[in-house]
């Protein structure tokens, strides 16, 4: 086994247990490809639309069959104030509303902050409603 993804070190935080559990279902299921393709898509547009995160590679939304996983980061700098409007958007009413019309439900968010930079890094998996 190699060395520990980003992934793998924000949700092995000791407070996201919850997020650790929907990474383990997630590694766990199989590709629904006819319905990720679009939920990816348009999910990670969403976050795009989403100031203060990066939207570079970094940024990735993948789908198995019922569960997603988004992660990304926030760009480096600004403040606490600039860094918490960011975590507020991640944690929205709008976010959520968007997402629920796309079929999907907020599970488990895990926050894991940047040594030395202020800037977070996150990870939310969303669960495809029946």
Sequence with gaps: MGPPSEIDTIVGQPTSDTARDFRD????EK??????????????????????LAHDASLRVVCAATICQAAGHSLPGGGDTRQNRVLG??????????????????????????????????????????
């Design 25 to 28: 279902r997630f590694l766990a």
């Design 31 to 52: 590709r629904d490809d006819a319905w990720a393709s679009n939920v990816e898509r348009a999910a990670r547009a969403r976050y795009m639309a989403i100031p203060g």
């Design 89 to 130: 958007a991640l944690e929205s009413p709008s976010l959520i509303a968007d997402f629920a019309a796309l079929g999907l439900r907020s599970k488990a968010t895990a926050v894991s902050t940047t040594r030395g930079i202020s800037g977070f890094a996150f990870v939310t998996y969303w669960v495809r409603k029946p």
